[in-house]
């Protein structure tokens, strides 16, 4: 990073020098218009090249923000299940079912709460590991739930080593 700040004076030096070596060796009179043109596109050229240079810099510091965008925008799986198992927990009516649920919370509280491309497949397991058990809350079939309860904690344990595994 420091070699390119030291390149770019150079390489906007540089330019000038050949434009300025272009420009002279043409055979034009140099009138006040000559000068205006040369002057203007002197400028430009500094421009031009000092915009480019920011180019190259800034894209590297643009990838390094990705990773922390995508942290944010996954936290969003994290939070709708969760809203999920709030919605079933109120629409429950057993005690024992309420009690698997909570601990359901629990695990998704502790989950990781980073996600990537790679998670997807088991993400999208778990979003239709819900669905299924909202239809069994939901038709009170209590056993099935408890079960259900617990395959999903198992894929977040999963998500969650998957996860930690990115991480390193």
Do not use: H
């Amino acid at each position: 990073m420091k070699k390119k700040k030291k390149l770019a004076p150079v390489l906007i030096l540089t330019l000038l020098a050949v434009f300025n070596v272009i420009v002279f060796s043409l055979p034009i009179t140099n009138s006040p218009l000559f000068w205006a043109a040369y002057t203007i596109t002197s400028v430009a050229i500094v421009l031009i090249a000092a915009y480019l240079l920011g180019l190259l810099t800034g894209r590297k510091r643009a990838e390094t923000k990705r990773p922390e965008e995508e942290i944010k925008v996954n936290k969003f799986f994290l939070n709708t299940i969760q809203v999920y198992v709030n919605v079933l927990n109120m629409k429950n009516k057993n005690e024992e079912l309420a009690a698997e649920l909570k601990e359901l919370s629990d695990a998704i509280q502790g989950s990781e709460p980073i996600s990537c491309g790679s998670l997807e497949g088991i993400e999208e397991k778990i979003k239709q590991a819900f669905g299924g058990l909202q239809k069994l809350v939901e038709d009170g079939r209590t056993a099935e739930a408890k079960e259900a309860c617990g395959n999903i904690k198992e894929m977040l344990e999963e998500r969650n080593s998957m996860c930690r595994e990115i991480k390193m």
